[in-house]
């Protein structure tokens, strides 16, 4: 745990019944989930959980099986539900019964299935850089493919990439994240090096495997459900992109056919919107998650 780049924090240490969560907690207030990406860890979120710390109580755990969480067996495959359901199990322990949610990339995405399966335990919901999983599929060409090949690479069947990963560990992440920050330079070496760490670890580098094994399965599948019955976010959702992304349609739009309350807009940085532009980006969370909130669904 990275407790000494989160002042005024403390350990999180909650072992659920399929997870054993690690992070950071910290701060008073309502409760506020802060879900990172791939291929990082809770470290990501230092920068903006003790300004958030002053108005909320922020729960920052490592997704299951990344960082330090671990996870109890290694099937079914950890889809995006099953995260859900044990984030859900640690908030409980934690005695939240009800909490915002902001999650970056893979946190994202784990956030809107927890704010769609369970909607009257998230208040607030705020996506960044993420559409949903099925709109992303739905729009690969060519360019994605090249840009975001992990996404395939990563996907192939047990154990395919766990083997070809294990050759050279350093040479994919520094490949990974520097290309997501525009240059290795552009991330913090303590951070690079805790990242780095991490991802050395066998079983991390396969939980980040079946996470996007369960990307081009269960994930798409529970997508396709919840659209075809028209299903949506209860809660008010916010959505920020990088300002020098460009599509047929803004992550805005997507968005709005995923709910019914949805606000957001591009932002100056990278894909590494918590670590190259937190000021942006607390600038837009901090007043959409001091706004109320409905009353549960």
Not at 206 to 228: K, L, Q, S, V, W
Request: aromatic share 10%.
């Amino acid at each position: 745990m990275s407790i000494e780049h989160f002042p005024g924090f403390w350990p999180l240490e909650v072992d659920t019944a399929n997870v054993s969560f690690r992070g950071v907690i910290g701060g008073a207030g309502p409760a506020l989930l802060l879900l990172h990406g791939y291929p990082q860890t809770h470290l990501t979120w230092r920068y903006l959980a003790p300004a958030l710390a002053q108005h909320f109580t922020v729960i920052a755990p490592d997704l299951p099986g990344y960082g330090a969480s671990r996870t109890h067996n290694h099937t079914p495959r950890w889809s995006k539900r099953r995260v859900a359901q044990a984030l859900l199990d640690m908030m409980a322990q934690l005695g939240h019964s009800r909490f915002a949610v902001v999650g970056h990339d893979r946190g994202a995405r784990a956030g809107y299935r927890l704010a769609l399966d369970h909607p009257q335990h998230v208040s607030h919901y705020a996506s960044l850089t993420v559409i949903p999983t099925l709109d992303m599929w739905e729009r690969v060409d060519k360019a994605f493919a090249l840009a975001q090949y992990h996404w395939f690479f990563l996907a192939q069947p047990y154990d395919l990439p766990e083997t070809l990963l294990q050759a050279n560990p350093d040479a994919f992440i520094e490949a990974a994240l520097g290309k997501m920050a525009g240059g290795l330079d552009n991330i913090d070496g303590y951070a690079l090096a805790a990242y780095k760490k991490a991802f050395r670890d066998p079983e991390v580098r396969h939980a980040m495997c079946e996470d996007y094994r369960a990307a081009a399965a269960e994930d798409t599948e529970h997508d396709a459900a919840d659209r075809a019955a028209g299903k949506q976010l209860q809660c008010p959702v916010l959505v920020l992109w990088p300002q020098a992304q460009r599509a047929a349609r803004t992550p805005l739009e997507v968005w709005r056919g995923w709910a019914r309350e949805v606000s957001g807009k591009g932002i100056g940085g990278g894909h590494l919107q918590p670590e190259e532009s937190p000021q942006a980006v607390l600038a837009q969370v901090l007043p959409f998650l001091m706004q109320p909130a409905s009353s549960t669904p």
